[in-house]
């Protein structure tokens, strides 16, 4: 059974840094493509970032130079450090992965998921 769970969320001031962390339990795929997606109220979600088997990565325009996507292997832990955090920033987000053999995508796109996490809250406010 495949299961991600999230933490790493909390509040911080703008332009302040966080790292999510998502431990991946029962997830033993050779090749996938691992995101992170976050959804604020009122608003659609949208894919953060994404990472491959083969260690290549795609951002949201929006989040590209700030956030960084990795993920620890020995660990079987995915991260997503965000830097210089804005307001817009606020919102659940949400680790997410594929099925054996899927695709990441430009923007990161939840086709192809297979998995969810529950979410992690960041809030971003002075």
């Known amino acids: 059974q495949v299961q991600l769970v999230e933490s790493g969320g909390e509040s911080v001031q703008p332009g302040g840094s966080l790292r999510l962390s998502c431990r991946l339990s029962?997830?033993?795929?050779?090749?996938?493509?691992l995101s992170w997606f976050r959804q604020a109220p009122g608003k659609e979600r949208e894919g953060v970032a994404s990472?491959?088997?083969?260690?290549?990565?795609t951002y949201a325009d929006l989040v590209r130079g700030r956030f960084t996507i990795s993920k620890d292997n020995a660990k079987n832990t995915l991260y997503l450090q965000m830097d210089n955090l804005k307001r817009e920033d606020s919102a659940t987000h949400y680790c997410?992965?594929?099925?054996?053999?899927?695709?990441?995508?430009?923007?990161?796109?939840?086709?192809?998921?297979?998995?969810w996490g529950k979410g992690t809250l960041v809030t971003v406010s002075a």
């Open positions: 997410a992965a594929s099925g054996s053999g899927g695709n990441c995508y430009y923007p990161p796109s939840d086709y192809g998921v297979d998995y």
């Open positions: 029962g997830y033993t795929f050779s090749s996938y493509c």
């Open positions: 990472l491959d088997d083969t260690g290549t990565t």
